[in-house]
């Protein structure tokens, strides 16, 4: 075996909450796994979130410790920042290529004092902050990610060397080449998650165009403790927001968008920010648009109806256009579907979209998994086995199946787990037998 194959047990294929969760429970059994992460640190969405519904925990205070004890397990490897190529099945094994992105750094040597953050003179948008705050062209993702090494952004990097002199170890390497190598596993859980439903095609909803629109992620980083201004202001003047809408079924069962299914976490997420920032700006007015509310898991319907209790306004409405109003308010344009159905107008500080979600990964040309009609993986037997798919040995859990919720993902990310270590049991079985 060459140098470029490394040998486990199973290989998790993303380091959400769910590949986490499985890559734990395979790990505690004594199985030797890989986690293969495609972003610079573990910890998938939820490690973006706020509060969660419908405890309203910390998102953090869950993700966090889930993220250690994956990078601290003894049966447990981390390869983060790496591209899967293609995962397949050869001689009854299944063969990961993976390429190593270039971080621009070596991770041997980095220590994560970010000396090279503090020196370098670029500053671009933070994606990690929704955006609202900057970040070098040389830095660590986030406070708590997970491994703490720094990447280099090349897009935006200037090459004026301020951060190599700066480091202290050496470890800024503006001539590293990716690297590819092989995960040889037996078995494989993939756990690639979601992306939020991208709304460009959807005009009408204003969003990059109109001032003061924002998506729910972006609010849960205004809402989260460690987020770009420690408090919710409304990003185009900093003022604290009087009025503040969600947009319900943004780029969810919406056919124009090929995206005919419910995401399943837009109305209870949107609950559970109206809840917070009823804690945060009591003085507030908060308006859900929504065209049905589902409350469907264990003490969601109590949860909803705490919020109408609270005084958040519910509105049965479907929302026809977003518009910019006077001065920097937003005009939300839309169907009064309880009352006599006429077209509304209302003006708001700020408004919210609660946007769905879409399969992160494809898995067309990488391996024999195939999709179902809404592009996420597709499980061969939901009711008997939900974890199975096309490929022999290979399970799959979380969002990367459907839309769900982090109670569902964890569970199902366990039962991937268990599914694995069954199909695990049973080669050694076979293997004896045929000794
Ligand atoms: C705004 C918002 C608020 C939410 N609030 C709540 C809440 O309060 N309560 C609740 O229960 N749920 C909530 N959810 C839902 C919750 O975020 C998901 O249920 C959960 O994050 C799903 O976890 P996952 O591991 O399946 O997917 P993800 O978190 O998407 O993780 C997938 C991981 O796989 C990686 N990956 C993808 N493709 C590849 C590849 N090819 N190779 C390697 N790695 C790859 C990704 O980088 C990512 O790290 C919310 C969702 C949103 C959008
Ligand atoms: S690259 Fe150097 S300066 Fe930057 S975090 Fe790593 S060790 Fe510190
Ligand atoms: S070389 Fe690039 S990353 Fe380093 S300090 Fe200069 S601009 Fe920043």
């Known amino acids: 075996m060459d140098t470029n194959t490394k040998v486990f047990d199973a290989v998790v294929i993303g380091g959400g909450i769910a590949g986490l969760q499985a890559a734990l429970d395979l790990g505690d059994q004594g199985f030797k796994v890989a986690i293969v992460e495609k972003d610079a640190s573990i910890g998938g969405k939820m490690i973006r979130l706020s509060k969660v519904f419908p405890t309203l925990d910390c998102a953090s205070c869950i993700t966090t410790p889930k993220m250690a004890g994956a990078a601290h397990h003894p049966n447990i490897t981390l390869f983060t920042y790496c591209e899967l190529k293609a995962l397949k099945r050869v001689n009854g094994a299944i063969e990961a290529s993976v390429r190593q992105k ?8 980095c220590i994560g004092c970010r000396q090279c953050e503090y020196g370098c003179p670029v500053m671009v948008p933070d994606e990690e902050q929704g955006g609202f705050t900057a970040r070098k062209a040389i830095y660590i993702p986030f406070s708590n990610a997970i491994p703490q090494i720094a990447l280099m952004d090349v897009e935006n990097c200037s090459l004026c060397g301020k951060c190599a002199k700066v480091c202290p170890t050496g470890a800024v390497d503006y001539f590293q080449k990716p690297v590819d190598f092989t995960i040889k596993a037996k078995t494989a859980v993939v756990t690639t998650g979601f992306s939020l439903t991208p709304l460009d095609q959807k ?3 204003g969003q990059g165009k109109v001032q003061n629109v924002i998506t729910s992620l972006q609010m849960e980083r205004l809402l989260a403790p460690h987020g770009p201004y420690m408090r ?3 990003p185009s003047d900093g003022k604290e927001p009087d009025s503040i809408a969600y947009v319900q079924c943004a780029g969810s ?20 920010q109206a809840m917070l920032l009823s804690g945060a700006l009591p003085l507030a007015d908060i308006t859900i648009y929504y065209m049905d509310i589902r409350a469907f898991g264990k003490g969601y319907e109590q949860f909803f109806q705490n919020a109408k209790a609270m005084g958040i306004e519910f509105v049965k409405a479907k929302v026809a256009k977003i518009e910019q109003g006077e001065g920097q308010s937003v005009v939300v344009r839309y169907e009064a579907q309880e009352e006599d159905g006429g077209v509304r107008t209302r003006e708001h500080d700020l408004v919210v ?3 769905g979600m879409i399969p992160e ?8 998994l195939t999709t179902s009609s809404d592009n996420f993986i597709r499980t061969v037997s939901p009711k008997v086995a939900p974890c199975l798919t096309e490929m022999e040995g290979v399970f799959v ?8 919720d982090i109670v569902d993902t964890i569970a199902e990310a366990g039962a991937a787990a268990m599914e694995a270590s069954k199909y695990l049991y049973s080669l050694g079985e076979a293997s004896k037998a045929a000794a």
Do not use: F, H, Q, T
């Open 397 to 404: 859990a979380g969002v990367a199946a459907g839309p769900k």
């Open 361 to 368: 990964w494809n898995p067309a040309g990488i391996c024999d």
């Open 253 to 272: 069962r919406d056919k124009s968008l090929g995206i005919p299914y419910c995401s399943r976490v837009c109305c209870m997420y949107a609950i559970k």
């Open 102 to 109: 270039p971080r621009y750094v070596d991770a041997d040597k």
């Open 232 to 234: 919710v202001l409304r």
């Open 203 to 205: 005009k009408e909803y």
């Open 353 to 355: 979209l609660s946007v």
